[in-house]
């Protein structure tokens, strides 16, 4: 079992900058691969970024690239979503999630387990 929490949305003017942050519980953080995905209302839940297990791997969805930044820090049981230079289509509830069956993927029934969610909204 894997717990997850995440922290760090709120409201940012375009242009503006949020850390997202996930804390992770249960089972060995560093066993697992984890991803970031969003959904804003009437949209399906979509593929932001993805870290493998050692967090020297990552990948991004085009809409996000250069812009987004994934990590993970195996000491703290937490992984982070630095977000820069935010737009309006920004605006979601942002998600953590963990693989713990393959190395990671790009769709939500690649992962097995899901946080809450965060509310980021990027106003113009």
């Known amino acids: 079992q894997v717990q997850l929490l995440e922290s760090g949305g709120g409201l940012v003017q375009a242009g503006g900058s949020l850390r997202l942050s996930c804390a992770a519980s249960g089972r060995t953080f560093s066993s697992y691969a984890m991803g970031w995905f969003r959904q804003a209302p009437g949209k399906e839940r979509e593929f932001v970024a993805g870290?493998?297990?050692?967090?020297?791997?990552?990948y991004y969805a085009d809409s996000v690239k250069g812009r987004f930044t994934i990590s993970r820090d195996n000491a703290k049981n937490t992984m982070y979503l630095q977000m820069n230079s935010l737009k309006p289509e920004d605006t979601a509830v942002y998600y953590c999630?963990?693989?713990?069956?393959?190395?990671?993927?790009?769709?939500?029934?690649?992962?097995?387990?899901w946080g809450q969610g965060t509310q980021v909204t990027v106003s113009s």
């Open positions: 999630a963990a693989n713990v069956r393959t190395r990671g993927g790009y769709y939500p029934r690649d992962y097995d387990y």
């Open positions: 870290i493998n297990l050692s967090g020297d791997s990552t």
